[in-house]
């Protein structure tokens, strides 16, 4: 029996594995949330999802399976008015006019409410909040201004004085001849894995959401792994570990002093609805040409802990994408963790992501670019590229060609005539354009890190 709270009061329910939130919601009468896109694009299904410990999280009902918040706690705008009136996200936009059609209104309104408990956003913060929610009547400025009202008061609401369900995470769901598996060991997940040789491993569904939205997949069995002690951060004098299951919001605050180089990337990797819900070992699994992940982790030389029952072992992440969405995971292996030695200091980085909006929006060419440099000659270099073939790749004759060569302009456009990528023309760009584009990041990468 699935068992979590909503709105204040506890649900109890048995779904289908891949029954989403919005789905459920919605036929519980629950009008509130929005459909618009079912696939995280529009934010108009923003719910407010509560873990235990205190920590909210705005997130996209459409990609959330009902299953994985077993023992968590769910608000949606119908939830956060209280005896005494609106919340003070909802009374910031109807003061500040921030609501006319009405159809995004409750997605912006729990987009607000997450950020009411936020403190010291910045400009840029602000920014990050609402890119995933979209409207197409107001304008934003009403809205914005509503974001500002409210940003980091936290006030006392439902959400502040709700306690942990004292529920266990693990849970094992069948409907129908289909399984919903969530561990919260490594052995139950072993044991999980035996028992359903046909499964889908699944963490935040960001991705895998896609799949049953719009093409209504299924399987015998899907397993989680998001309730697994596989996630956080970690700093040594040697490097970095990072636990497969972290989440990229997570990930992208410890970035931001440890790592800045990977912040750089997910500032834009998605809207904060997706990377309250994505994860590192997620995207790393989909093995997607285009994830904006793998070009910066492979610039970075990072290596990946395949776990199984039996044993760990390291491998190079240059070594772990075989073929376009093939791995080098084994069977009953999974992806446990990210290590990433500590660049030295006469190392250059920088990450780029070129697409067509600059929110929210698939990769046209994608690069994670590292470059050591000692006494103003290169030692040593490592360009990777997303977006130009069938897996991420590093484009090793320039990098041959640049060590040894003094870090200037000049090297670097020497060292473009031996770049050998043949990429595919598709509806985001042209093989030319492609091409072109990836050399253009590496002259911006030389301009900005002489």
């Known amino acids: 029996m699935i068992r979590f709270e909503l709105n204040g009061r506890l649900v109890e329910t ?11 919601l919605r036929g519980q009468g629950l009008s509130g949330t929005k459909e618009g896109c079912a696939e995280g694009d529009c934010g108009a299904c923003t719910v407010v999802v509560r873990e235990p410990g205190g920590t909210l999280r705005a997130v996209n009902s459409c990609l959330q399976l009902v299953p994985a918040l077993h023992g968590l706690q769910v608000w949606t705008v119908e939830g956060l008015q209280d005896a005494e009136g609106l ?10 006019l921030g609501s006319q059609c009405g159809y995004c209104t409750p997605g912006f309104v729990m987009s607000l409410a997450e950020a009411c408990h936020r403190p010291e956003m910045s400009p840029a913060d602000k920014d990050d909040q609402i890119c995933g929610n979209l409207c197409r009547c107001t304008g934003y400025r009403p809205i914005r201004d509503a974001l500002d009202e409210v940003a980091g008061t936290v006030p006392t609401d439902a959400l502040t004085e709700a306690e942990d369900t004292g529920i266990a995470r693990d849970l094992v769901c069948e409907v129908d001849g289909r399984v919903f598996v969530q561990p ?11 028992a359903h040789p046909e499964h889908r491993i699944v963490a935040g569904t960001t991705d895998v959401g896609l799949e049953i939205t719009k093409r209504r997949s299924s ?5 989680s792994v998001e309730a697994l002690p596989l996630s956080g951060c970690a700093a040594s004098d040697d490097g970095f570990a990072i636990g497969a299951t972290t989440r990229l919001t997570d990930l992208e605050a410890w970035a931001r002093a440890e790592l800045p180089v990977l ?22 699994c989909n093995a997607s040409p285009i994830g904006d992940l793998a070009p910066v982790l492979m610039a970075l030389d990072a290596s990946l802990v395949l776990a199984s029952r039996t044993e760990e072992r390291l491998v190079g992440i240059d070594d772990f994408f075989l073929a376009y969405r093939k791995t080098a995971l084994r069977p009953g292996e999974v992806l446990a963790g990210v290590r ?7 190392t250059r980085l920088a990450a780029y992501k070129v697409s067509k909006r600059r929110e929210l929006d698939i990769s046209a060419v994608c690069a994670g670019l590292s470059v050591t440099v000692e006494g103003g000659v290169v030692t040593a270099a490592r360009l990777a590229y997303g977006g130009m073939a069938a897996t991420t790749q590093r484009a090793q004759p320039v990098e041959d060609e640049l060590v040894g060569q003094t870090w200037d302009e000049g090297a670097v456009e020497a060292a473009l005539a031996k770049m050998a990528f043949t990429p595919l023309s598709d509806h985001r760009g042209t093989a030319w354009y492609r091409d072109t584009v990836a050399k253009n990041l590496l002259r911006k990468f030389v301009a900005e890190h002489p």
């Open 219 to 223: 399987w015998p069995a899907v397993i």
């Open 87 to 96: 919340h003070p996200a909802q009374d910031a936009m109807v003061d500040r």
């Open 340 to 346: 990433i030695p500590r660049p030295g200091p006469g």
């Open 14 to 24: 048995e779904v289908a594995p891949t029954t989403t939130l919005l789905w459920w």
């Open 184 to 194: 919260t060991t490594m052995g139950g997940l072993w044991d999980a894995l035996d």
């Open 263 to 284: 912040a750089q990337m997910l500032r834009y990797f998605a809207s904060r609805q997706i990377k309250h819900r994505a994860t590192i070992g997620g995207n790393l």
